[in-house]
């Protein structure tokens, strides 16, 4: 793709709401002719006032909505490089699998008896999350990596209170997922955070400081959250145990070491993975997803039910039982459908793909990393990042004026996604990037270009970056007014419905 030459996203002027196509009489409705005798609807069941809906052609519904969904961005159109995110290109095989009539038209409710293919997928998915995250058992419940947290925590909570001593703080280094401290908070501790070292790795000393009796646990993400592997990790968990407390894993994104190590290995007690992001499913816009937690040996009591076992003769059923279970996370059985494409990823990779997964992962973000290095310097030069990378551009702040926002903003008008910007917060001007392992070396050396490019004008031309985006739907918006005033619909002036 030429650079500057925009994705055409926009359709033929005139298309606002679906409302400024309307016209009296035009309906995008047709019902079969009446063959039955006509009947009123009841008076209890009607509106005082007609709803006042658009009088809309059908191929004008279908144009705007088509038009509509050509503006948009997904990993189905280019790259989509948001840190932290893993919005990796999702195999189609997967979606394959997801609609099969006999996942597709299950229903929650049947027997175990008529479900069996289904159970047993459950069962043998589990089983290789364990294998993966060398955990014992796992719940399939949680329907994202948040409610995996909270589930952990709460197992994590269940264990402390049966030594009689529930405990009140967890532990998060300051460069962790928002939803960490998030998450301790819903638990019901007090989130303490942990200082990193100017290499962006925890403060081992700090952390041993931190810890004592009152201490549940801490939340790690490794690699962290700039992307780089915790090299103390076996003394950093240690620290911990020695003080009777438990090690979480957010799991979150395991692209960088999927097939290579195992948190099990590395002392973690409680894993969550999320598998919309390690093993694509579309995600994004708030769902669906699933954050499967694995626990080790001594703290399987306290998974969610129900739980699938499988009985000596082979055959698979839920059990609830489990007496010291912290209970339900989520209706049924989780978002099977995503679980379902979890099972076909992991399957059809086999082990030495998974492993192949995480190696072009991490050389993916070290080839992008070292192709923008000399206009966005790493944020912490002395570190090798893996599946991901932090970059800053407070250099290019100080030299012209222009910051990470401004960059974001100019590689949209150049056809890409930007990257994560202003995350982590401990990062000046931070550009967060994960190209993941799905994409071709040309799509990476056209980012790293139009991401040089963007750099370039920057110093010539600064308010050219200050505009951006011109070439977008929509120009730059008030991002602080719309996280202030959440308005997610529309509504008909006067209608008083706010
Ligand atoms: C995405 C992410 C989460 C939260 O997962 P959701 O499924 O969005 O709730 C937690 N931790 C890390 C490190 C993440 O990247």
Redo the contacts with the bound molecule.
Sequence with gaps: MSLGAPVRRQGPPGAGTVRDLAQPGRGAWSFPELDVESTEIPEMHRRRQAPGLPEVAERDLVRHYTRLSQMNYGVDTGIYPLG???MKYNPKLAEVAAAAPGFARLHPLQPDATAQGALEMLWRLEAALCEITGMTRATLQPP??????LTGLLIMRAHHTELGNPRSTVLIPDS??G??PASARLGGYRAVPVPSTKRGLVDVDALASLVNDDVAGLML?NPN?LGLFEEDIARITSIVHDAGGLVYY?G??LNAIMGRSRPGDMGFDIVHI?T??TFATP?GGG?P?A?PVGVIEHLVPYLPVPRVERDPDGTFRMSEDAPRSIGRMHGFHGNFGVLVRAYAYVFFHGSDGLQEVSELAVLNANYLASAILEDFPLAYPDSRPMHEFVATAARLEREAGVRAMDVAKRVIDLGYHPSTVYFPLVVEEAMMVEPTETESKETLDGFAAALRQAAAEARADPDLLHQAPVTAPVRRLDEARAARHLRLTWRAEGSGND
Excluded: Y
């Design positions: 932290s995110c893993s994202a990596g948040a409610c995996g947290e962790a997922h939803t960490n993400t959250t957010d979150a994104n999320n919309h992001k995600h769902g997803g954050g």
